[in-house]
């Protein structure tokens, strides 16, 4: 049942990098994820709005590029003010308001849009009274890029203003004496004389049927602005590379030090607590010893699964252990059963926090721990009947819920609740969103 | 139901039934034991207890060949099943043959004498675990896929509603029957008539996933 096509992981694993060109024509890949359309900030070349599209309907984000770059081309150009407007209304991935949502507050800005928009619009006037059909139709769109640009520059967050900066920056700095070498000077009368000839010979050609002669003309003018632009957009993109390095960098760290804190901490932990039993003592030294060999050596966390393992055993896997563990039984119901992937794993993980946590500090005679494997989700739920604490009084470096618990399952798009008060048992509720495409493979269900 | 309800302890381990006997007392009359299906058919016969505490594992035949000797002649007799196995098979087997509950053997004695009483109160008691198995059971899957259907007469017994299932799951977490009261702002009378539910859909459901997901578990 589970045929190479059915499973993109594997596919793509036994086909390389084509492999999530699996299904339909070559721009398409892997269904969308399903959610809202949002911007995808981490993708971005300049709004993400690119990104997103491509994430939300799972085309290939080089395509849609190609296609927008193609679409503002057309004399028309109706598509870079809709880009802009795209960058406008649609929230960025992780934040709740739009820029444009924003920006209605921003009275200044809408004033400084509107004004600008005016000014552009006498300017385009002008140039109409002067006559060329081509400009002007290209051109009338471009009011609202202006003045949507104003406005996301006025109210977008700090990290995407350092976008625009970078973008706009060759027209700041172009008449900026110290950036002006002998190279760039030459490189930028080439430029020139490129797009003043290219620009000229259109002009020129407007009235002549020749089709060449503007394509070669529009040819000259494109040369030009690479010579121009080019440096500049290749830092922006190495710029762009170094930034996704340090997030993923970042991501890493936090990974290891939830993992460490899951092991080696809690070890620690335990061996104080049991300092009076050398031979208990040495047989958690010699447990921890050899799960951490196995995560530096072997690359497999402790805890986590197999790869053959289903959710529902690494589920059990986590009563089992905490049981030999901490000696407290854990009660473990599991509802379904599927596949397991990087999101399940993260949720079993955080679940075996969350378990061995209320093992800890609970007290209480029994934890009970509930899965359930639903179409469109995972849910966990442990609890206890032990002495329960004041989640708001928790110090902020408390790594255990924190980072093991609401870290791992917000990095993964799931979420965490902890509901808990003195006296009264913690109740810890983990939810993992799940691809739509995995059907869930239930105890009875077809 | 007034005054202690009698009961009759049916497990193959003696001293499984003395722990019980000692530890129940005086909440429950203890008024027999039986280590066997064939005695225990016979002793239950004779005495007609309020609730009769099975073993799923019995050498001769298991629980429920109890449970179906004894419903026909003595509708009154109320079973509760227990286990230390939780193997899906046994417990479904046994509940679907009329037990009105499962318990496992792991319970703690309060809870136990409890679940005693509700059974005999006519109450379906349900573990932790059994309420897993219930929601696996019933897993929703489409209606009419398959080919092995054999249609319900009535197809309200093929589906749980989603109240069912909210009890079901926090039964499943171990909650009581008073702090799912307290949590759905239900009364524990409700929780009581929703489990009541489940078990009688548990019992007549000709659902097809029921009958495939037991099968797959050796049950057909």
Redesign the interface.
Known sequence: MMGNVEDPARWEQRYGPWGHWHRGPFWMRRRGHGGPLRRDPDERLAGGVAAGIAAWRGFNVTSVRIVFVLLALIPSGFCVPLYVVGWLLIPAAGEQTSIGHRARSDSRGIALAIGLATMLAFLLFIINVVGNGWIDSYAWPQLVTAAGLVLIWRNATPEEQATLRRLTEPLGSAPNPAARTRWSVVRLSVAAVLVFGGAGWLASAHESLALLRPLGAVLLMIAGIVLVLGPWWLRIARDLVLERQAKVRAEERADISAQVHDSVLQTLALIQRRADDPQKVVWLARMQERELRSWLFEGRAPGEADAAMTFAAGVRQIQQDVEARYGV?V?A????DCELDENLNALLLASREATVNAAKWSGAG?I?L?A?VE?DSVSV?V?D?GKGFDPAAVSADRKGLAESVHGRMARRGGTASVVSAEGEGT?VTLQMPRPSAAP?R????? | MSGTPRVVLVDDHGLFRSGVRAELGRQVEVVGEAEDVQPAIDLISSVQPDVVLLDVHLPGGGGQAVVQAIKPLFPSVRFLALSASDA?EDVIAVIRAGARGYVTK?ISTAELADAIKRVAAGDAVFS??L??FV????????PG??SDVKPSFDPELDQLTSREREVL?LI???YTYKEIARELYISVKTVESHVSSVLRKLQLSSRH??T???A??RLA
């Open positions: 039984p009660e119901v599991t509802v379904g029994v009970s509930f359930e179409p739920v609890r009947r109740k869930a239930s105890g009875g269900a077809s | 899906p792991t932790h675990r309420a897993g929601l696996d059971a019933f897993a929703s899957g489409g896929s398959g799951r499943a977490q171990g996933q029921l495939r997901w037991a797959e578990r």
